[in-house]
Each structure stands twice: as C-alpha cells, then as structure tokens.
C-alpha cells in the first residue's frame, strides 16, 4: 500500500476521498511488476499535478509463513498477482495516465476505453484480508487431515501417505506411511513433504 497519496480524514476520523467522484479500478500490469506500477502511477500523477484526481493506490498482499533451510521466514504474498487497484475519477485525460504507465497492460472491465468501477464494499472486504493476513500470518503451504502426501526426504522417501494431523506451530505432521502392508504414523516436517 502506498502512502504518497493520502486521503483526506472526515470530522470523525473516518477515511473520506478527497473527491467525491473518486471510484475504485482494476489496473492490469505485468506480472511480477505490481509494485513498480504503484511507483510509476504515482510518479505519473505527481509530475501531471493531478493529485486531487487521484486517491490511493493497493497492491494488496498478505503476510505468509514458510520453512528455508530449517528457518522459520515470513514474506509477503501478493492476493492478486499482475492487478494493481486503483482509486480514480475516470476522465479521458486520467484514463490515459495510467493505461500509458510503463509495464500497464490496461484496465480490467468495461468497455475498451471506458472500464467499470468495482464497489467501494469489494475494496473493503480486500482490505481487511490484507490485514488479517499482517496479523496472523497463514502458512504459504496449507495441509489438511485426510490430504496424500509424498515424502521427498528422509528415511521415507518416495513413500505415499495420508495426513493425520498437521502442527502449524512446529512445522511438522503426522502422515499415515504404508511400510510392509501395515499403515505407520510418521513425523514429519513440512519440508520434507509435498502434495500429490
């Protein structure tokens, strides 16, 4: 999320635009490239001196939790990768800005040259997943009971077996290992697992 472009606080405090024509719009940029698109709009309107046409600008991501060389890491997940959202008021000249943004591909929905706005509920509900995901981060792999799994390390390897019980807190599951016939609960760690 960028805060070079602030909307303006109402009386209470509450979050209102600083135009009331501002609506949200969905901007297709290249993968991988969302965040330099978020700097390019924003240099844009800057230099244009369009400020009071533009509001904020998302990438939304949520925080992910994964397993490196035994380290326990967090990143940063994108929730929609190659779409940048927008808060806009659509005029020919503000249209142009950002469809004419280095690595803009063009805006999602609508007609060709004059894209639909998504609700201001559709951010909304965008904006707490990003926040929930900042508080309590999810695991970037998520195992539930019941799934197969193959081993890919360890004594086990290349053995079938079905989840019995995952330990988000440890990294580590239980999987059920078919050894001579007989079905063995094993402990394992998440990377020493993978989907089938």
Do not use: C
């Not at 991988?32 to 309107?45: D, L, P, S, Y």
């Not at 086990?156 to 599951?173: H, I, M, Q």
């Amino acid at each position: 999320m960028t805060d070079a472009i602030e909307p303006v606080l109402g009386e209470a405090g509450e979050s209102t635009p600083a135009n009331p024509d501002l609506r949200w719009y969905i901007v297709h940029a290249y993968s991988g490239m969302e965040k330099a698109v978020e700097r390019n709009i924003t240099e844009r309107i800057n230099r244009a001196g369009m400020q009071d046409k533009f509001g904020r600008i998302l990438v939304p991501t949520e925080e992910v939790v994964e397993m490196k060389s035994g380290q326990r890491k967090t990143t940063e997940r994108r929730l929609f990768p190659g779409y940048v959202f927008v808060e806009m008021v659509m005029e020919d000249d503000t249209w142009h800005l950002v469809k004419h943004t280095s690595k803009v591909t063009g805006f999602v929905g609508g007609a060709k040259n004059r894209p639909a706005p998504i609700s201001e509920a559709e951010v909304q509900k965008i904006v707490s997943q990003m926040q929930e995901g900042s508080e309590k981060p999810r695991h970037k792999v998520e195992f539930m009971v019941g799934e197969l799994v193959r081993v890919k390390e360890g004594p086990f390897t290349d053995f079938n077996g079905s989840v019995e019980e995952v330990n988000y807190e440890k990294n580590r599951l239980r999987v059920s290992v078919a050894i001579f016939g007989r079905s063995t609960p094993v402990e394992l760690e998440f990377s020493q697992v993978e989907k089938t």
